[in-house]
């Protein structure tokens, strides 16, 4: 037996479960394909958006809260900045269904929030071009994420913590057997008492039929832009954002460089909804058509900034049928894990789901309420 736990792909939530799991044993192994915070995976694009005002399930929010924690414990473990509270904004029509679906999310979980008018939006974020019916919920305790500093923070502390990390040592195949688990990578092979699989839009050919059945790979893209007044849309300016009306979805983040300002589609108008088989091949490049959506809704919905894609890439990452990820074990009785499918909005929680597959892949605990993103609710009958 080489160790007790391998975790497979260091991204967004293997990171965080290689870090989580390097606190509860020294007999941990994690292997990456490439290198942590490789510019290819759903690591790539600088920032994601962290939210306590959060439009989905109520039972993610003590994910959502326990992972708040958890950033601040990553950062304080390793020194680096990763949470940059900005406050945030979600942006539509006044009674309309975002906002009014928003407002029950926050009835029943309690996150704090602040209803601001058309008016009070206007005189203090003058950074949007703000529609007759527009008003905003405020989020005081969200922010922006820095991902690759996130990633390679947490591998950091695991190693410092006795964990090995293999890089550019691509897994091939998962082999269950009696004792523990055979994992292979070229000519080499390793045997672990369990696995977990967080290798994101590459999990699907490590993953049983029933599972390929109801995943897909899809490509995420995003795109930024630069502020004619770089002040206006700093952190401590502008908040992060997403705003909804009819057909037209955007999202979005400061400029933590100073320059650009992070403003992507949102929804179905993205690209999430286009299947790409070959995570390794993943059209990067946006076509004209994409440039062309994202383009008019900035300018529609931010005059300050500069309406030409300054920067854009597209990045791979796993979908589930039911948009809700899969994180448990395959089976009753199986030896490996899934900690993969979060379909486009996992690394606000990351560090909150990477402490539920340590501490249970390791038998530490077992976290009730998960039902709904269980891998067995796919299981054949």
Known sequence: MDAKLAVIGLGSIGSMALWQASRLSDSVVGFEADTPAHGRSAVGGDTRLFRMVYLGKPDYYPIIERSRSLWAELEAETGQKILTITGGLSIGTANGSFINNLLEATRVTGAERCVLSREEMADRYPQHNLRPDDCAIYDPRAGVLRTDRAVSAAVAAAQANGATVLQNTPVDSITKTDHGVVVTSGDRTWTFEKVIVASGGWSRRLMPEHLKAVTETHRIVLTWFIAQDGTQFSPENFPVFSRLYGGRSLYGAPAVDGVTVKASVDGPLDGRGRETPDPNSVPRELTPQEVEKVTDIVTEFFPGLIPT??????????????????????????RVYCATGFSGKGFK???????????????KQTIEGLDFVRPGRFKTR
């Open 349 to 363: 929680m990351a560090t909150g789901y990477g402490h539920i597959a340590a501490h249970e892949a390791l038998g």
């Open 309 to 334: 894609i300054v920067r854009s890439d597209a990045f791979p990452d796993l979908f589930t049928k039911d948009r809700h990820p899969l994180l448990g074990w395959l089976d009753e009785n199986s």
